[in-house]
């Protein structure tokens, strides 16, 4: 099979005999520049996965540290890295899983005068980040850029995933026009999460990435999929553009990146 | 009977999960917010407020959106996930 090493070949038969997937899907992920935000509980799943894949290139934005709290669900990390920088633990361990893959690594926080130059980087974004600022900071340079943006999100044993699609569907300001009163919506450290929630949910993300660069199946793209674990029930619901958005509608008023701190009324996050 | 299903935040908050509303004719969703809330005997705004997303019968609909009887009400706050 041209372009191919025999290793390759056998590392990714299970994919290439996929008549989805094939020597030309197999291709395209290794062609494929993905950007992870976050190497975190969602994070861990999405690199595993993707790098299980083949998919050629990664980045991994992370500027947090290994911490004993995290290891609770952030499974590509282990307890003799803890202090390591994530990004870094991260390279390291998908290095050992498969060195077809280039990680890139971005030790640094993701801010609006260093994210379009980050993103213009890649194919498509898979948004693993923990807070709102950043949510509304990765839509907005997403919709600008024109990349595809896969989101997903956990709170206790609830989760969601949905494929952001510029021109093709909503963007998140499209359902979450305002965000929340600080304070309204608790984080993972303050009212828990069960572990392997971010593994279902992360992993939902890492296949909806796969399909965006296979260009298979059907996105998830004006589809949010819900899932609680404690009932074991899946849900989609259908999302609309809506028109009037200030970043993706018909007159958008939302042209340049803003101050996504003031804007979700956090200070000095 | 329409069928309030409250996630994530918002159940917790509201402290369950499902609010049944009776409708004798077709309602705005928000009135029906208002009715739900009073049911299970929680503020208002704690359904209102904190921007959920809502769907009705798996499709989401902005606040004037008449819900029927039978109709099956999603609200869906966003997380953020983290940390």
Redesign the interface.
Same mark, same amino acid.
């Given at each position: 099979m041209a372009g191919f090493t025999d290793e390759q070949i056998y590392r990714y038969s299970r994919h290439i005999i996929l008549p989805e997937v094939g020597g030309v899907g197999q291709q395209k992920l290794l062609a494929a520049r993905v950007l992870c935000l !976050?190497a975190?509980?969602?994070g861990s799943p999405i690199l595993q996965y993707l790098a299980a894949a083949g998919v050629g290139t990664i980045g991994v934005l992370d500027f947090d540290v290994v911490d004993m709290s995290n290891l609770q669900r952030q499974v590509i990390h282990s307890y003799d890295r803890l202090g390591v920088p994530k990004a870094e633990s991260a390279r390291q361990f998908i290095n050992k899983l498969n060195p077809d893959v280039n990680v890139e690594v971005i030790n640094e926080r993701l801010t609006a005068t260093n994210v379009m130059d980050i993103f213009g980087r890649y194919d498509m974004v898979v948004d693993?980040?923990?807070?709102?600022p950043t949510?509304y900071l990765v839509n907005d340079a997403c919709v600008m850029l024109g990349k595809p943006n896969i989101h997903?999100?956990?709170?206790?044993f609830? !989760?969601?995933v949905t494929v952001f699609k510029p021109k093709e569907g909503p963007c998140y300001r499209c359902?979450?026009?305002?965000?929340?009163?600080p304070g309204?919506?608790?984080?993972?450290?303050e009212?828990g999460?069960l572990g392997v929630l971010?593994g279902v949910v992360g992993c939902l993300q890492a296949v909806e990435v796969i399909k965006q660069i296979l260009g298979t199946g059907d996105a998830l793209v004006g589809k949010?999929l819900?899932y609680?674990a404690l009932k074991t029930e899946f849900?989609?619901?259908?999302?609309?553009r809506d028109k009037d958005c200030p970043v993706c509608g018909d007159n958008p008023t939302v042209t340049a990146l803003i101050d996504y701190e003031q804007f979700c009324g956090v200070g000095g996050h | 009977m329409a069928r309030i299903l409250l996630f994530a935040s918002i159940k917790d908050r509201a402290g369950t999960g499902r609010i049944d509303v009776p409708l004798t004719a077709p309602t705005p969703l928000r009135a029906v917010l208002a009715k739900a809330a009073a049911a299970a005997g929680i503020e208002e705004g704690i359904l209102s407020r904190g921007c959920a997303l809502f769907a009705v019968n798996q499709e989401t609909v902005p606040l004037d959106h008449l819900v029927n009887d039978g109709d099956e009400v999603a609200l869906l706050p966003p997380m953020s996930g983290g940390r």
């Open positions: !976050g975190g509980g969602l693993g980040s923990d807070n709102f949510r997903g999100s956990i709170f206790r609830d !989760g969601q359902l979450y026009p305002e965000p929340p009163p309204m919506v608790p984080s993972c450290q009212a999460v971010a949010l819900m609680n849900r989609k619901l259908n999302l609309r | -």
